[in-house]
């Protein structure tokens, strides 16, 4: 029998699976608590002014290409966002001052305000 920990809708549950060949029956256990670990830094708000850099799918802020401020140009990366194993590089959709509202290590959801450009 091996045991894994599998979470559902964000519960978890501990279950027994029975190994091929293996005569013991299957038992589940009533479910375990699972603890939330912070990863990432909170982000910090969005400025208001300027034009927003959208993520266009949930993912992992893998790296910040500028620095916080920094003069960019339309269509530099910015920063990478990891999704499904694969690095996507997200680019600035103008001139401007950068401003992130995002940290590297933080997960992000579609539609979520990565960057500001101003």
Known sequence: MRNFIITVNGKSY??????????APVQTAAPVVAKTIATAPAAKPVVANGEKVISPFPGLIKNLLVAEGATVKKD??????EAMKMDNDITAPCDGVVS????KGANVESDAVLAVIS
């Open 100 to 103: 992130f509202s995002v940290a």
């Open 14 to 23: 501990e279950v027994g699976v029975e190994e091929v060949g293996a005569s």
């Open 76 to 81: 530099q990366p910015i920063l990478v966002l």
